[in-house]
T-cell receptor, first 112, second 117 residues
Framework: DAKTTQPPSMDCAEGRAANLPCNHS???????VYWYRQIHSQGPQYIIH?????ETNEMASLIITEDRKSSTLILPHATLRDTAVYYC????WGQGAQKLVFGQGTRLTINP | ETGVTQTPRHLVMGMTNKKSLKCEQH?????MYWYKQSAKKPLELMFV???????ENNSVPSRFSPECPNSSHLFLHLHTLQPEDSALYLC????????????????FGPGTRLTVT
């Protein structure tokens, strides 16, 4: 699976949009971009995933660049409960693709 | 109950004890996973099960023994643990092992915080 690079920490004001970047310059054509988050001492929570088109769900939006070498997770109106570590993971499909390789992620702090 | 549940949530055990962690998923998934998260380290995959069959053992010491009696339940049997095994143990499930898009996402339980004294 491709390696991802994320900033170690970010701050965002409550009510503003939080934009979390992720670089995955070695991503291959059949690999998806997944985002998870982990609130302190809880299990990781699936947020969203995408292949090449932008995606939106009730939690967030995912913007993937045209060359697919980077992506941005957008939390449109951040709340204090969005404070967590956010993980960007690139993962393929097919036999042996079950591994989610978690890096260090971005620690997002939402400030009141 | 919905989602993925784990019991107990907290466990303190001595190095000579035997204990078991339980995971149950109510999502109708076919694949289940055990992960370990030590302090200030990324999550590490330990075991993978698909349709009750173990498909991956990520070089886990034999003092950790998984069991998957059916697609909804997963156990981790612990014996003769070391203090360095203290960690958050997380269970997850997914629809299957091969889906890359929808169906490929994993759903995690709240974890068991294990302390070995």
């Amino acid at each position: 699976d491709a390696k991802t690079t994320q900033p170690p920490s970010m701050d965002c004001a409550e009510g503003r949009a939080a934009n979390l970047p992720c670089n995955h310059s070695t991503i291959s054509g059949n690999e998806y971009v997944y985002w998870y988050r982990q609130i302190h001492s809880q299990g990781p929570q699936y947020i969203i995933h995408g292949l090449k088109n932008n995606e939106t769900n009730e939690m967030a939006s995912l913007i993937i660049t045209e060359d697919r070498k980077s992506s941005t997770l957008i939390l449109p109106h951040a709340t204090l409960r969005d404070t967590a570590v956010y993980y960007c993971i690139v993962r393929g499909w097919g036999q042996g693709a079950q591994k989610l390789v978690f890096g260090q992620g971005t620690r997002l702090t939402i400030n009141p | 109950e919905t989602g993925v549940t784990q019991t107990p949530r907290h466990l303190v055990m001595g190095m000579t004890n035997k204990k078991s962690l339980k995971c149950e998923q109510h999502l109708g998934h076919n694949a289940m996973y055990w992960y370990k998260q030590s302090a200030k380290k990324p999550l590490e995959l330990m075991f993978v099960y698909n349709f009750k069959e173990q498909t991956e053992n990520n070089s886990v010491p034999s003092r950790f023994s998984p069991e998957c009696p059916n697609s909804s339940h997963l156990f981790l049997h612990l014996h003769t643990l070391q203090p360095e095994d203290s960690a958050l143990y997380l269970c997850a499930s997914s629809q299957d092992l091969i889906s890359g898009g929808m169906g490929g996402e994993q759903y995690f339980g709240p974890g068991t915080r294990l302390t070995v004294t």
